[in-house]
């Protein structure tokens, strides 16, 4: 029986590519029409090991991303700063940067390219267990499988636990006098995080505040926005010169609690929606996908799903614990836990085998 999959984004995608590698035949359903992830704004954070995934699908050729060979943290109104390098790992970058739209245009093309059947515009209405499977009903057909792959970007309301950080990003791209020489900086400020990553001969932007001063930023001139992006960047060596559209998301922690069915499992979003900072997401939907095809080399049963979930199960906790405790322990302007925070950046660009620590978990996960 085939294997469906919900969501023709860029997790559904992979794993729908990966499934057909391991001699599978899925089938991707999306409510979208055709086209549309092709207009996603977003730039994605793809870390090495992403990468180096991509690559053994054969994918990586074909995706137009900015590598990322310098990482510098710090924090606003307080001392200490850390600067991670990929020389230190012996590689040629930490990660790499993509438009999301581009992303996603590359990676249905391939999947297209080898066979992979997509319905668009195909909306998913009923799921009913039927024997160690499934029959699901959407506007257009009926499918029974043996598996049902919840790709589709955010987990239903009814089934998932939510913390709002009271947060709003503001998401951009912006280009400066200055080349970015593949540096990117992260930096902590009492608002939230303010994240620029190397794209093309830009930066995108990623500036998370109070949704209220979000809104009014995004809404005002470009020239006020460069104004105040430039008081905020006075860290680096900066002078912007213009800025594209900006588009704004709320940031919530939004978390699966209800247990999967025996032949349902989520994916990406769909499983946990990630706060931006350390851009970890999409890896982790990526690792998901790629093992989860592994899992299945030799066919879909509960046994085999059940040890999926367990393995998986400690890299998931660990990076939305990790994501959540950096925006609590960074956002909070006490004096206390400033100077806490400035010891712990120096420590840590003091500490080699520590730093070195951290940007392994950043590019792996937990495994």
């Not at 294997?3 to 035949?25: F, M, S, W």
């Not at 267990?129 to 009903?137: H, K, N, R, Y």
């Not at 505040?209 to 960047?233: D, K, N, V, Y």
């Not at 030799?298 to 939305?320: E, N």
Request: overall charge positive.
């Amino acid at each position: 029986m085939p294997i469906l999959i919900i969501g023709a984004g860029p997790v559904g995608l992979v794993t729908a590519i990966a499934l057909k590698r391991c001699g599978h035949q899925p089938i991707v359903i999306d409510a979208r029409q055709r086209g549309a992830g092709s207009e996603d704004p977003r730039a994605l954070a793809l870390s090495h090991g992403s990468r180096l995934i991509l690559e053994r699908l054969d994918l990586w050729r074909r995706i137009s991303a900015t590598p990322v060979r310098n990482i510098e943290v710090s924090q606003d109104g307080g001392f200490g700063r850390t600067h991670i390098a990929a020389t230190d790992h012996a590689i040629d970058a930490l990660g790499h940067v993509a438009r999301a739209g581009s992303l996603a245009t590359c990676l249905l093309d391939a999947a297209l390219a080898i066979g992979v059947e997509i319905r668009f515009g195909s909306e998913l209405r009923s799921i009913t267990p039927e024997g160690d499977g499934f029959v699901a009903t959407t506007g257009d057909a009926t499918f029974a499988g043996s598996l049902l792959i919840r790709a589709e970007g955010t987990p239903g309301p009814e089934i998932a636990s939510v913390k709002d950080y009271g947060q709003t990003a503001i998401v951009s791209e912006a280009w400066s006098e200055q080349a970015h020489l593949h540096r990117a900086y992260e930096r902590f400020t009492r608002d939230g995080p303010l994240a620029l990553l190397p794209l093309d001969t830009g930066y995108s932007l990623v500036w998370c505040m109070a949704p209220e001063r979000a809104t009014a930023l995004a809404r005002g001139s470009s020239a006020a926005f460069i104004e105040l992006l430039q008081e905020a960047t006075r860290f680096a060596p900066f002078r912007w010169t213009r800025v594209a559209e900006r588009q704004t998301f709320r940031l919530t922690l939004v978390r699966r609690t209800v247990a999967d069915a025996p032949y349902e499992i989520a994916l990406g979003n769909a499983a946990q929606s990630l706060h931006p900072v350390a851009g970890q997401g999409f890896n982790l939907g990526l690792r998901d996908a790629f093992e989860l095809s592994l899992a299945l080399r030799d066919g879909v049963c509960a046994q085999t799903l059940g040890a999926w979930r367990r393995q998986r199960r400690a890299d998931r906790d660990a990076m939305v614990a990790t994501t959540d405790r950096y925006v609590s322990l960074f956002s909070n302007d006490f004096a206390p836990l400033r100077a806490a925070r400035g010891a712990g950046l120096a420590l840590l660009d003091l500490l080699p085998p520590l730093r070195a620590r951290v940007a392994r978990h950043m590019m792996f996960g937990v495994r």
